[in-house]
């Protein structure tokens, strides 16, 4: 909450573009995505439930866990490269305020690094169902997606950018709740 606060602040103070807006979401989801795949790696007990390859139920070992990590980084990668081509066309015409992108990004890696550490305590007395863990992610990309989309048709405003800030700290607080109650975790930490 504390990172999401401090973005609305300083695209507030800086009157930012959506370009570098989208920049920070884009980093911020990059980075969520890194700590998924290593949540996923570090797995000790976990469980295949509802999770099928080739329409075949997977047991879960460590090759299994291999395996979907490292499915999740690629396909998930490569939904953030093909949102990065995008963005560096913003990036070529000036739109992009690197400064503040830089503090924002930082804050949200500071952020996440942290969760990352209290859920591998977690992880480690509780048994996750590793297809939750690949899912939870990718819904978060859904903000960044329609921003994209939608983003450039809009006239970008103070009133405009205050509406997306808000709506997008509304998702990133409602996706962490429904995330760590779908887990079993109390959706405080």
Same mark, same amino acid.
């Given at each position: ?6 973005? @609305? ?6 009157? %930012?573009?959506?370009?570098?807006? #989208?920049?920070?979401? %884009?980093?911020?989801? *990059? ?19 509802? *999770?099928?390859?080739?329409?075949? &139920? *997977?047991? &879960? ?14 396909? +998930? ?10 963005? *560096?066309? @913003? ?9 503040? #992108? ?15 550490? +209290? ?14 863990? #690949? ?6 990309? @859904? ?17 405009? @950018? ?28």
């Amino acid at each position: 909450m504390a990172s999401n606060i401090l973005t @609305l602040v300083m695209a507030l103070a800086g009157n %930012w573009n959506a370009g570098t807006l #989208m920049w920070v979401y %884009w980093g911020q989801s *990059v980075i969520i995505g890194f700590f998924n795949f290593l949540r996923m790696l570090f797995l000790k007990d976990f469980s295949t439930e509802g *999770v099928k390859a080739s329409d075949q &139920p *997977v047991d &879960p070992t460590p090759a299994t866990r291999r395996s979907m990590a490292f499915f999740f980084l690629i396909h +998930y990668g490569g939904f953030h490269l093909v949102y990065m081509v995008f963005l *560096v066309g @913003l990036a070529a015409k000036g739109l992009v305020n690197l400064e503040g #992108m830089g503090i924002c990004l930082a804050a949200f890696l500071v952020n996440h690094a942290f969760s990352f550490f +209290y859920n591998l305590q977690s992880d480690r007395r509780n048994v996750r169902n590793i297809g939750t863990l #690949m899912f939870f992610p990718y819904a978060r990309i @859904l903000p960044m997606h329609l921003t994209i989309i939608f983003g450039s048709l809009l006239p970008w405003n103070r009133g405009v @950018l205050l509406l997306f800030l808000s709506l997008k700290t509304a998702a990133d607080l409602i996706m962490h709740a429904v995330e760590h109650a779908a887990l079993g975790e109390n959706p405080n930490s």
